[in-house]
């Protein structure tokens, strides 16, 4: 089958603002991936649609890219789903792609009607026992065609617990010139992701206090939980070196990371961070809590992986008084993202398995 014949369906629910260029309070990592990896396949001359959440049904063409909304203010579970499966009918598509959201719709739909589907494993929450993620996917992962991962150790978690095989592919993002960003005096340190437990953002509230010289800035929605965004919006005023500055749109956040000297994650655990990339692309270094995708962090000197929040607090003030070895770090991320995260090689090992899939 021909690449112009072909139509792939991300199942995106949460991805009309980064599809739109607007600021509305959601859309993440996932979102961008799957917002960038369908523009990247419009060129190689693959079908493209979306199915995401709206006030109304309504399909619009958005740069060649045809995009199917959801109503889903007001509605329950049920009839959200519903209206999801209708608009993967619309989709009629080859492949259906899942990353985030919808599970297990997407799964069941292709099931029923005969169609590919291509999981993407997220998180490590999704193949690790134990965790909210590995029973909410456990179809998708039964039911995929091709599974995704981010990371050897998801793929190692794949087989250990699914007994299914999976296909390493890291992220990939549209790489800037290599020009070193000037960062702000003195220097900023920031904290990105949606407002929800497994971030665990009131640990980076903790950190600001610990280093009341330091200067911390805080990106993040209101996710998954408003009680907890509300949490960290009033104690956040009551800390006078951090600025919470909330859901900033995926077109807006470049800007933030060439200011930033410091990346800090206090995740429970994750995938591989965009925020990672993004950080090291402009030759920021990451210190995380938990999170270090096989490793390469410590691996490659690209910050620092704390493990513990009292090393945190350590890491990171070492980080904000040496210059030279937060520059030199920084240094070592830009040349690893360089190397591993190239767009170009990534797309055409999705064109590959999706030519193959035919």
């Known amino acids: 089958m021909a690449n112009m014949s072909k139509k792939i369906c991300f199942v995106a629910l949460n991805a009309y603002p980064v599809l739109a260029e607007r600021n509305m309070g959601y859309g993440g990592g996932p979102e961008v991936l799957q917002n960038l990896l369908g523009k990247n396949l419009m ?29 889903c203010e007001g509605k329950s579970k049920v009839l959200k789903s519903f209206f999801v499966w209708k608009a993967m009918e619309k989709a009629d598509a080859d492949i259906y792609y899942h990353h985030s959201g919808a599970t297990p719709i997407v799964a069941l739909f292709c099931r029923v009607n005969k169609r590919k589907f291509i999981c993407h494993i997220g998180s490590d929450g999704c193949v690790v026992k134990g965790t909210k993620g590995y029973h909410t996917w456990w179809l998708d992962i039964k039911l995929a065609n091709v599974i995704i991962v981010q990371t050897n150790f998801q793929k190692l978690m794949l087989k250990k617990n699914f007994n299914k095989d999976g296909i390493l592919i890291r992220n990939f993002f549209p790489i800037t010139r290599d020009s070193s960003p000037i960062k702000t005096v003195p220097p900023i340190v920031l904290w990105i992701g949606a407002m929800s437990h497994v971030k665990q953002p009131w640990l980076f509230l903790k950190l600001a206090k610990k280093i009341p010289k330091g200067k911390f800035q805080m990106i993040g929605g209101i996710g998954e939980d408003r009680r907890l965004y509300e949490f960290i919006k009033n104690t956040s005023k009551k800390i006078s070196n951090l600025d919470l500055l909330g859901h900033k749109p995926f077109h807006e956040i470049d800007d933030y990371f060439k200011n930033t000297s410091i990346l800090v994650n206090t995740s429970k655990f994750e995938g591989y961070p965009n925020a990672f990339i993004q950080s090291w692309m402009n030759y920021t270094p990451v210190v995380s809590l938990n999170a270090d995708p096989d490793e390469v962090i410590c691996k490659y000197r690209l910050g620092f992986h704390s493990r513990t929040f009292e090393q945190l607090v350590k890491d990171v003030s070492l980080l904000l008084r040496a210059n030279q070895l937060r520059e030199n770090m920084g240094r070592n991320a830009r040349h690893y993202v360089e190397k591993n995260h190239n767009t170009v090689e990534i797309i055409d090992r999705y064109r590959n398995i999706l030519m193959y899939m035919a």
């Open 43 to 71: 060129k190689h001359g693959f079908k493209i649609s979306f199915v995401v959440y709206g006030n109304t049904s309504i399909i619009q063409n958005m740069g060649g890219i045809r995009v199917i909304k959801v109503p």
